[in-house]
């Protein structure tokens, strides 16, 4: 698909895929600023709004002002899929699902009933939260980092798995040796007092009181000392890997606007739209002849 600005509904397309899903412009740069500071000030609006004091005094300034962030992102997401050629790939993204997430709560609040169910108002409101993921497209070591996860997950995975063996057989012998009097009154309550204690945390509210049960507690807290850090070194090595054979672009897919592609390829990895600015698309050449 060849990019060209040609008069009319294309050209106005492709002028605004580039100034909403590329940065290598200065209106770009801006358009991607001004929509980090508007997801910033409207997570903050909504911390506020949380604080009763301030609520009662700016409660109706909250709710326009969330309202105005509501429509913008509102906007800002309806024109995200007018540019893109398959947008419904976007909305099955990560950061699609993100977007509905950051407008839908808002949205729902007209249509959930009165006063019963100011329990899911609440909820709703918190969900606006999620708005700050979609900071993580605009860092490219955040992409970094997912990739060094998506690789460790399974050590890591078998690292917890090790860690609840461990702690389910402390937490067993606990419950054998110590009374219900000092807290241990299932496996299952001991088993939070040894991941506490297995993550130096100590809450203080079940404690061992018999000598055996202390040695046993120092036992698991050096073993949390020595443990504590495997997981770390895990995905450490992994984002060092990452970074080395780092051989990915951001270039955005102008069909489904993904921006995780190798930087030779030519054709998009989800819907397969043609990459090259540069060169016109074969596959249609091929169909011209």
Excluded: N
């Excluded at 036992?219 to 020595?226: A, E, I, P």
């Amino acid at each position: 698909m060849t990019l060209d600005f040609k008069p009319g509904g294309a050209g106005l397309r492709t002028r605004v895929f580039q100034v909403i899903f590329e940065s290598d412009t200065p209106l770009a740069k801006g358009f991607d600023i001004a929509l980090i500071a508007a997801i910033l000030t409207s997570v903050l609006v909504v911390m506020l709004d949380s604080i009763q004091s301030l609520r009662a005094d700016y409660g109706t300034l909250f709710y326009w002002v969330e309202w105005g962030f509501t429509l913008a992102f509102t906007i800002e997401l309806a024109v995200r899929l007018y540019c893109l050629d398959k947008p419904l790939r976007y909305l099955r993204s990560f950061y699609g699902i993100v977007d509905v997430i950051a407008i839908l709560p808002t949205w729902l609040v007209l249509i959930v009933p009165g006063a019963q169910s100011l329990v899911v108002v609440r909820l709703l409101r918190v969900l606006r939260i999620f708005r700050v993921l979609r900071l993580m497209q605009f860092v490219g070591e955040a992409r970094l980092l997912l990739e060094a996860l998506r690789r460790s997950i399974r050590q890591i995975f078998l690292f917890f798995f090790g860690i609840f063996m461990l702690v389910t057989i402390f937490a067993s012998l606990m419950y054998l040796i110590e009374s219900a009097e000092a807290g241990f009154t299932s496996i299952p309550q001991s088993i939070y007092w040894a991941i506490v204690s297995l993550t130096t945390v100590g809450y203080g509210d079940i404690v061992p009181v018999t000598p055996i049960g202390q040695a046993i507690t120092v036992l698991l807290m050096l073993t949390g000392y020595s443990i504590i850090a495997v997981p770390t070194g895990v995905f450490s090595a992994q984002v060092i890997r990452a970074i080395r054979e780092d051989r990915y672009s951001d270039e955005a897919c102008p069909g489904c606007g993904h921006d995780r592609h190798e930087k030779r390829a030519k054709y998009c990895l989800k819907c397969g739209t043609w990459l090259d600015e540069e060169t016109p698309d074969p596959r249609l050449t091929e169909a011209e002849t």
